[in-house]
T-cell receptor, first 110, second 114 residues
Framework: TQLLEQSPQFLSIQEGENLTVYCNSS?????LQWYRQEPGEGPVLLVT?????EVKKLKRLTFQFGDARKDSSLHITAAQPGDTGLYLC??????????FGSGTKLNVKP | NAGVMQNPRHLVRRRGQEARLRCSPM?????VYWYRQLPEEGLKFMVY????????ESGMPKERFSAEFPKEGPSILRIQQVVRGDSAAYFC????????????FGDGTRLSIL
């Protein structure tokens, strides 16, 4: 059973397009993190959201934590080839244990 | 490089051998986490350790797998009598404390079992 469901699993778009990636759960998390992972490397932390309804912006990336702290979204505006990678959400469930979603593999074509 | 250091980056073992994976946390970090990742999948939590203590090992198989984080030196994930199904990327992360602190990841050890 996957605690965190990410959708879509795969996304291939043209440079300049916008996209949204979703992370959903039936469980409540005390915080949620988004990571980006490139082949052969470890995940790199993009953002941590803690408060229900919280919105954080990181240049062209906008992260939102659902009001009930069960879901989150990542929106990328005007995607660039450098955004290509595996995007992972991770929910903090108890103490300091994180559950990861299975990821969204994004490919941005020039 | 003050990041999380994992070695080796690649490890090849034959079935039945032992695999030892090492992780040196970031400077000032005393909490270490091990995760396993299969191709095209997310990371699966295995174990959470503080110096000399295992805090949570609920994600680690009961047999053949063990982990330690001694007072001095790196954290070690040990897999005894490896089988083909142990082939995966094993990632280590560290955090400064356990109180909702972000986890910073190393670049992983890719374990291949022949």
């Amino acid at each position: 059973t996957q605690l965190l469901e990410q959708s879509p699993q795969f996304l291939s778009i043209q440079e300049g397009e916008n996209l949204t990636v979703y992370c959903n759960s039936s469980s409540v998390f005390s915080s949620l993190q988004w990571y980006r992972q490139e082949p052969g490397e470890g995940p790199v932390l993009l953002v941590t959201v803690v408060t229900g309804g919280e919105v954080k912006k990181l240049k062209r990336l906008t992260f939102q934590f659902g009001d009930a702290r069960k879901d989150s979204s990542l929106h990328i505006t005007a995607a660039q080839p450098g955004d290509t990678g595996l995007y992972l959400c991770a929910g903090r469930y108890n103490f300091n244990k994180f559950y990861f979603g299975s990821g969204t593999k994004l490919n941005v074509k020039p | 490089n003050a990041g999380v250091m994992q070695n080796p980056r690649h490890l090849v073992r034959r079935r039945g051998q032992e695999a030892r994976l090492r992780c040196s946390p970031m400077k000032g970090h005393s909490h270490v986490y091990w995760y396993r990742q299969l191709p095209e999948e997310g990371l699966k939590f295995m174990v959470y350790l503080q110096k000399e203590n295992i805090i949570d090992e609920s994600g680690m198989p009961k047999e053949r797998f063990s982990a330690e984080f001694p007072k001095e030196g790196p954290s070690i994930l040990r897999i005894q009598q490896v089988v083909r199904g142990d082939s995966a990327a094993y990632f280590c992360a560290s955090s400064r404390t356990g109180d909702n602190q972000p986890q910073h990841f190393g670049d992983g050890t890719r374990l291949s079992i022949l």
